[in-house]
């Protein structure tokens, strides 16, 4: 039973820390399927970060604070469609430049609006009479079946417990899922990724289709900064993204451009984080294991399954090619 229990421990573990994951995930999917290379997930998540946890504070609402999140996923993609799509930029630079912008901007801004060294205040602040983050959501009859051998265990504890913010991401999975694979405006998405001449074409703006795939893309990836500071934390950090970013489009590039396979690959991500968390302070062979090095393991497990476990990864053929309309 106590493995069963710590079992359950790591599975619930792991669906909150692939949860900014899974919505960044599916954020890099619509803009890579379109033909967008986007390297600035970790720009957009951490100002969306910033903007959720700020507005959240301000208002006194968490549910403000995830619209000005978005919105400002939203704003910082439409700043990438503007350097790649209406000014052809070079993607990958643009990307970087982004992420930059969002390091330094929120840090800076944090600092000159609230003096606490780039953070923002705690969103939990009972002297204050502030109470602005998202709290964790008790499913019916949780606390009457947390004794009941295994079913307790399931529900109580692994599926009941969580943000609002995570049943969304596995709702957002088979949601994303039919946008891009079941209505017109994933075959259009995905056909601009592949082929964007031959969509103009066909009479269907490449560079519209380009903008609201960058649209929905800053909108997810600012639920998953929403996530990391109105939820989970309470609090905005300076660079507290962490290199979400990067392990989500490595997630997706894992998953094949794909929402199943990205989710695989972000539950993936997020079980080897729960198990290095969970492994703090082990020895081998009596000798006592870095904490360095355990919290680094999900990073190196990532690398080497990318390198070598991936296959053949087949991505959007129009990929990083700015698309120029031929003149008659």
């Not at 969306?48 to 000005?68: D, E, I, K």
């Not at 953070?119 to 008790?138: E, H, K, S, Y």
């Not at 998405?189 to 103009?200: F, H, I, K, M, T």
Request: net charge positive; aromatic share 10%.
């Amino acid at each position: 039973m106590d493995t069963f229990n710590s079992l359950i421990l790591i599975l619930d573990a792991t669906l909150r820390v692939a949860t900014p994951l899974i919505f960044a995930a599916l954020a890099g999917m619509f803009s890579e399927r379109a033909g967008i290379v986007n390297i600035a997930l970790e720009g957009k998540i951490l100002a969306s970060a910033f903007g959720g946890a700020a507005a959240a504070y301000v208002t006194n609402s968490p549910w403000l604070g995830l619209v000005a999140g978005v919105a400002v996923g939203i704003v910082f993609g439409l700043m990438h469609a503007f350097a790649t799509v209406t000014h052809n930029g070079d993607q990958v630079v643009s990307g970087m430049a982004l992420n930059i912008l969002a390091a330094g901007l929120t840090a800076a801004l944090g600092n000159y609006w609230f003096r606490q060294g780039g953070n923002t205040p705690n969103l939990v602040d009972q002297v204050n009479g502030i109470d602005a983050r998202f709290n964790p959501i008790t499913l019916p009859f949780a606390d009457q079946l947390a004794d009941v051998p295994i079913i307790g265990g399931l529900y109580s504890e692994l599926l009941s417990g969580h943000f609002i913010l995570v049943y969304l991401a596995l709702v957002a999975v088979p949601a994303c899922w039919w946008l891009m694979f079941r209505t017109r405006f994933g075959l259009r998405l995905r056909a601009v990724g592949e082929n964007p001449s031959a969509v103009d074409t066909a009479g269907i703006s490449v560079v519209k289709m380009r903008y609201l795939a960058l649209i929905i893309c800053g909108a997810m990836a600012g639920l998953a900064g929403v996530y990391l500071s109105v939820a989970v934390t309470a609090q905005f950090i300076p660079n507290m993204s962490a290199g979400k970013g990067y392990m989500a489009l490595a997630a997706l590039i894992f998953g094949k451009w794909h929402p199943r396979g990205a989710l695989l690959a972000c539950l993936m991500f997020g079980i080897l984080q729960a198990i290095a968390d969970r492994s703090q302070g082990a020895t081998l062979g009596g000798f006592a294991i870095p904490v360095q090095l355990i919290e680094a393991l999900p990073y190196i497990l990532t690398v080497v399954l990318l390198g070598g476990f991936i296959g053949k990864a087949v991505a959007p053929k129009a990929i990083g090619k700015a698309y120029t309309k031929e003149r008659e």
